[in-house]
C-alpha cells in the first residue's frame, strides 16, 4: 500500500533522476540506478494522487514500509562500497515487530519525517528505547554500553549483536538468538572469538572453549539440559558488570547466592559454614564458591583429578594444615595422585565446614569417630586419637610427636657428630701417612724389595 500525502517533491518521473544523495560506482551503480527507476516509478504515483486529494497532502505520513521495501526488498541492494543494504519482507514480517506491526521508521526514526527519497546514506542507529525503556535503562548501566561510550570501544555489543536487526523473536522462540540454548553463539561470537577478544581488550580471554568443557557446558551442549546455566544465568542479560563492581552478579559476596539459585541446598550448607559466616561478616579472606570450584571450569566433584587439586586449594589458605597434612599417610598417598585415602573435605566436609570445637563439625568430639569410619569401618575411640595434623614442632599440641622428634633429632646430631668426627681423625692420619710415603703402594719392584 502507498501512503500518499508524505511523499511530495520534485517527481522523479524519469529513471535518469540519479539521487545526489547516494554515492554510488561500478555495478551498484547500476543496481541502485534500477532500485530508483522503481521508486521513482512509486513516488509518480504517489505524487500525482496526492495532487488528486490536496487534503491528505496538509496532514504529512511516514513512509511506509512499502515505500523502504520498494528499494530494499532487492535482494542485490548493496551501499555504494559493497556492503548488502536488503531486507528481505518474509523475514520481517516473521519477526516479532513485523507480526506486531510495526513500521520500518518506528526503529529507522530518523526517516520517520523523510520527505523526499532518496535518503540520506549516512543514518542514526535504530531507536529501540521509545518502547523497550526498561532494556534500554539495564543495557545503559552495563559494561558493554560503558565501553562504547567511554573508552569507544565498539567491539563491545549493542543491542543488535545479541538480538538481532530484522529477525528479532521472543526469548521462548528456538529460533532466537537469545533462546537459552543459542546463548552460548551468541555471546560466543565475541568471548569466543580471539580477534574480538583482543580488538576489544577481553582481559579473561577466551570464555567460552574454558566453558564447554566444564560440567555446567557439557550439561547444556551435550545433555541439552535446559537447567545448566548459559552465559546470562551467571551474569544477567542487559545490566553485565564487571566482577570488580558491587552491584554485578559475580561480585564476590555476591557470587554464592547466585550460584545457590539453583544449587539451593549448598547454598544453605554453605551460608552456615565457617566459610560462610566469614564471608557473610565481609571477611576478604574467606573462600567464595569459584575459589573451589573456578567460574568457568567447574567440573564434577567425584571426579579424581579434582578432589586431588582442591586438597592445594584448601592449602593456599590454610597452608600449615597442608603441610602437617602431607606429613600423614593420607596426604603422602594423595601427593602420589591417589584419592582413595582421605581428603581435607572428608574429614572436615566440603561446604558444612565448622571449627572442631563447634558440635556441628565432623571432627568434633561427637562426630569423629563416625568421621573416620566412613572408610575404616572398625575405627574405634582411641584410632579417632590419631592426629592427622601431627605437628613435630608444636609441643604443646602433640608433645609425644614433639619430645620423639626432639630426641630423633638429638640422635641424628650425635651419630654425625660421632662418624664425623672419627672421619676428620683418620683423614689427619692419612695425610700423615701420605707425607712419610708409607701411603705409597708398592709396584713393580715388589719382587726386589722381597729379594732384599
Ligand atoms: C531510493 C531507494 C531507497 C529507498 C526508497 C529507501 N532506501 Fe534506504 N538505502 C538505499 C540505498 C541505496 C542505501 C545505501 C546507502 C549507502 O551507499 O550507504 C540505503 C541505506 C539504508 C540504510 C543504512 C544506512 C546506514 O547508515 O548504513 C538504512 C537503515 C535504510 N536505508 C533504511 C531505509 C528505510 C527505513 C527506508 C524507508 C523509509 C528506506 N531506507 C528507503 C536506498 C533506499
Ligand atoms: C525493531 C527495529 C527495526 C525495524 C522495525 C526495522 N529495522 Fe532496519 N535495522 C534495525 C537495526 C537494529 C539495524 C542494524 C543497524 C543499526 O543498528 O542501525 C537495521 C539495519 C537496517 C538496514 C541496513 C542494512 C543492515 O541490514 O544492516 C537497512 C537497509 C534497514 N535496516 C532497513 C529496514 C527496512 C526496510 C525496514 C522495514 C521493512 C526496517 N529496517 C525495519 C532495526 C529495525
Ligand atoms: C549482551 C547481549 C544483549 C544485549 C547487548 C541486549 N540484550 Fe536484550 N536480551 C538479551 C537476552 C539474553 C535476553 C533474554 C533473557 C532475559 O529475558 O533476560 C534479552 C531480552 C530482551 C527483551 C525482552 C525481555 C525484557 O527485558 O523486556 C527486550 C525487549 C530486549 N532484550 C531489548 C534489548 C534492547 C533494546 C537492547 C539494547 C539497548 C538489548 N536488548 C541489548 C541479551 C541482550
Ligand atoms: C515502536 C516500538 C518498538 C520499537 C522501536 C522496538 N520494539 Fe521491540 N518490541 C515491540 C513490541 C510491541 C514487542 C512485542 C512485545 C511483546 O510481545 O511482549 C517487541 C518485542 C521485542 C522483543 C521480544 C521480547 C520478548 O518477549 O522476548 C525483543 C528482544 C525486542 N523487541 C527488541 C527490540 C530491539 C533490539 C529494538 C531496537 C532495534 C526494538 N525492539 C525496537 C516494540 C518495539
Ligand atoms: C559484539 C561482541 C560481544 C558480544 C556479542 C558480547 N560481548 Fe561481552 N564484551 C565484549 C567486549 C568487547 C567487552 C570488553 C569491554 C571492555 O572491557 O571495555 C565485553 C565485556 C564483557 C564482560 C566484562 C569483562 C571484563 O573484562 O570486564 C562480561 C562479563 C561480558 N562481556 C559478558 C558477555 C555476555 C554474558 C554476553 C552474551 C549475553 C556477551 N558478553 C556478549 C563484546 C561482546
Ligand atoms: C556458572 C556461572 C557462570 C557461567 C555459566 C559463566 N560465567 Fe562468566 N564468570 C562467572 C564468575 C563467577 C566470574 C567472576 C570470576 C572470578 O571471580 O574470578 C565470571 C567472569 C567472567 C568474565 C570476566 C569478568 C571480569 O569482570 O573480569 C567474562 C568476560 C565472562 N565471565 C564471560 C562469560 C561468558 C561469555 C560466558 C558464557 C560462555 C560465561 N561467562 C559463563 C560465572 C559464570
Ligand atoms: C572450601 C571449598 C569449597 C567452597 C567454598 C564451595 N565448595 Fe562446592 N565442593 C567442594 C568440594 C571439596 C566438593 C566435593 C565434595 C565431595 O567430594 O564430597 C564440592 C562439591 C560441590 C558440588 C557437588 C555436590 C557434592 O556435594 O558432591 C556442588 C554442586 C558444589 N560443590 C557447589 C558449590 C556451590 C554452589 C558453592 C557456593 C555456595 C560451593 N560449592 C562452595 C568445595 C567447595
Ligand atoms: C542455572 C542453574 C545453575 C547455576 C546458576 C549454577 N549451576 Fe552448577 N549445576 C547446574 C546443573 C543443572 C548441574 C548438573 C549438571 C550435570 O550433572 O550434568 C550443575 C553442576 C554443578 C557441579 C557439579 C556437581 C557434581 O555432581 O559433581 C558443580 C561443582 C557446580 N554445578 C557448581 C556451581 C557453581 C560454583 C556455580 C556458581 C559459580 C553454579 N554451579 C551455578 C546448574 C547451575
Ligand atoms: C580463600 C581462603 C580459604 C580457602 C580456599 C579455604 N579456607 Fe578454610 N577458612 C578460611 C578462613 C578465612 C577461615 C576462618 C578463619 C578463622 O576463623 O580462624 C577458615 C576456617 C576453616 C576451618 C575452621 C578452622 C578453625 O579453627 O576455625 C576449617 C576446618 C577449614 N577452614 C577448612 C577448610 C577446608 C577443608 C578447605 C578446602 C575444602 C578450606 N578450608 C578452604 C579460608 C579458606
Ligand atoms: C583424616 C582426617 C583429616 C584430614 C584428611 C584433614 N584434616 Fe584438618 N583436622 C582434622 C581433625 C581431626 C582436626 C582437629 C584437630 C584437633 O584435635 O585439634 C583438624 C583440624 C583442622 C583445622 C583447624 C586448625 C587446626 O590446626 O587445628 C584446619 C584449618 C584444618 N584441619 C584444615 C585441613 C586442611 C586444609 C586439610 C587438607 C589439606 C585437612 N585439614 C585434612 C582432620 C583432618
Ligand atoms: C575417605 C576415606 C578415609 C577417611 C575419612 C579416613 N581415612 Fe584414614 N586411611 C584411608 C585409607 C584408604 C588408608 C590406607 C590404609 C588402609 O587401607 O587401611 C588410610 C590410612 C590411615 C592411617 C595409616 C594406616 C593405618 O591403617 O594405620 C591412619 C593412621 C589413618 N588412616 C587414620 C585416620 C583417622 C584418624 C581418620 C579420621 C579422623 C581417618 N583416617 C579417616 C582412608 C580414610
Redesign the pocket.
Known amino acids: 500500500m502507498i501512503r500518499a500525502g508524505g511523499l511530495s517533491g520534485p517527481p522523479h518521473a524519469t529513471g535518469e533522476a540519479s ?1 545526489q544523495n ?2 554510488v560506482s561500478g555495478i551498484s551503480m547500476i543496481r ?1 540506478s534500477l ?2 527507476c522503481r ?1 521513482a516509478l512509486v513516488l509518480g504515483v504517489a505524487v500525482s494522487f496526492a495532487a488528486a486529494s490536496p487534503q491528505k497532502a496538509a496532514a504529512p505520513k511516514p ?1 511506509s514500509n512499502d ?2 521495501l ?3 526488498s532487492d535482494a542485490g ?1 548493496v ?3 559493497g556492503r548488502p ?1 536488503a531486507v528481505k519482507p518474509e523475514t520481517f514480517a516473521e519477526s516479532i515487530h513485523g507480526m506486531g506491526g510495526l513500521a ?2 518506528d526503529c ?1 526514526t530518523d ?1 520517520a519525517t ?1 520527505a523526499e ?3 540520506a ?3 542514526k542507529p ?1 531507536q529501540c528505547g521509545t518502547c523497550h525503556e526498561k532494556a534500554v535503562a539495564a543495557y545503559d548501566s552495563g559494561v558493554h554500553a560503558q565501553a562504547r561510550r567511554s573508552g569507544g570501544n565498539l567491539s563491545a555489543a549493542a543491542c543488535a549483536d545479541c538480538h538481532g536487526s530484522h529477525d528479532i523473536r521472543p526469548s521462548a522462540d528456538p529460533g532466537s538468538r537469545t533462546h537459552h540454548a543459542r546463548l552460548l553463539d551468541t555471546c560466543g561470537r565475541c568471548h569466543g572469538d580471539e580477534e574480538i577478544i583482543k580488538r576489544g581488550q577481553i582481559g579473561i580471554g577466551n570464555v567460552v572453549d574454558l566453558f564447554k568443557d566444564s560440567i555446567h557446558g557439557k550439561a547444556l551442549i551435550k545433555s541439552g539440559l535446559s537447567v545448566a546455566p548459559t552465559c546470562t544465568d551467571c551474569h544477567g542479560s542487559h545490566d553485565i558488570r564487571r566482577k570488580s563492581d558491587p552491584a554485578s552478579k559475580v561480585f564476590r559476596t555476591t557470587i554464592p547466592g547466585m550460584c545457590s539459585s539453583c544449587h539451593e541446598g549448598i547454598g544453605r550448607e554453605y551460608w552456615e559454614s565457617v566459610h560462610g559466616t566469614q564471608v557473610a561478616k565481609g571477611s576478604p579472606l574467606a573462600p567464595v564458591c569459584t575459589n573451589c570450584h573456578t567460574a568457568h571450569e567447574i567440573r564434577r566433584s567425584d571426579v579424581e583429578g579434582w578432589k586431588l587439586e582442591v586438597i592445594t586449594e584448601c592449602g593456599t589458605c590454610h597452608e600449615h594444615s597442608l603441610e602437617t597434612y602431607r606429613d600423614t599417610f593420607h596426604g603422602q598417598v594423595t601427593a602420589l595422585g591417589y584419592a582413595r585415602v582421605a581428603s581435607c573435605a572428608d574429614c572436615h566436609g566440603a561446604h558444612n565446614v565448622f571449627p572442631k570445637a563447634d558440635p556441628r563439625s565432623m571432627v568434633s568430639d561427637a562426630k569423629r569417630v563416625a568421621t573416620c569410619q566412613q572408610c575404616h569401618e572398625g575405627a574405634t575411640p582411641s584410632f579417632a586419637e590419631f592426629d592427622p595434623h601431627a605437628d613435630p614442632e608444636n609441643r604443646e599440641r602433640n608433645p609425644t610427636l614433639f619430645y620423639t622428634a626432639q630426641f630423633m633429632k638429638m640422635l641424628l646430631v650425635g651419630v654425625f657428630s660421632f662418624f664425623g668426627l672419627l672421619t676428620v681423625l683418620w683423614l689427619g692420619r692419612s695425610v700423615q701417612l701420605k707425607a712419610a710415603g708409607a701411603w705409597r703402594r708398592p709396584r713393580n719392584d715388589d719382587a726386589t724389595e722381597d729379594g732384599e
Open positions: 539521487p547516494l554515492r541502485v532500485l530508483c521508486v513512509p515505500d523502504c520498494a528499494c530494499h541492494a551501499r555504494a562500497d543494504v520500518c521508521v529507522h526517516l523523510l527519497f532518496p535518503h546514506e549516512k543514518l535504530a
